[in-house]
């Protein structure tokens, strides 16, 4: 059976996607300009990791085994800012996403290691949702390219 790899794609886009300003509210431009930095240079990086032609679950494991510790080295310098002044909250529920998406990464990368395919479509699932909800409180705090996958 062949998995599709369009929502892990999906969901890897939005992990990749890179931060910038915009909104207002109290948000430095120096946090900005940090989390862009760090956005950009996440996409950057797993945009030149090669996604598996064929999705067998081994070839995904090893795209996986690739692209996590792009996001755990993301997901680290994000968590060392210095959250905006107002919106600590809101900080704090993206960082949780963060953590969330990095969780379910690490969860699909067991399942494909141990052909497990409903656990990963499980954790698929749950990173696209945690994707969701951190590209909402991106834009929320006003790093609105970091909102858009792709961008």
Known sequence: MRILPIALVAA???L???CGGGGSGTISPELVRSANAI???QRA??????????PTMP???RYLARVLPIAEKANADLHALEPPK??????????GE????????????LAARGRARLVYHVAQSRLATSD???????????LVTCATPGA
């Open 98 to 109: 963060s953590d969330t998406s990095l969780m379910q990464l690490r969860h699909m990368l």
């Open 12 to 14: 890897l886009a939005l």
């Open 45 to 54: 990086q797993i945009g030149h990791v090669r996604v598996p032609a064929t």
């Open 59 to 61: 070839a995904i494991a």
């Open 16 to 18: 990749a996607a890179g």
């Open 132 to 142: 969701l909800e951190f590209s909402q409180t991106a834009h929320d705090i006003g």
């Open 39 to 41: 956005c950009k240079q």
């Open 86 to 95: 107002g919106r600590e909250e809101l900080w704090k529920k993206l960082l």
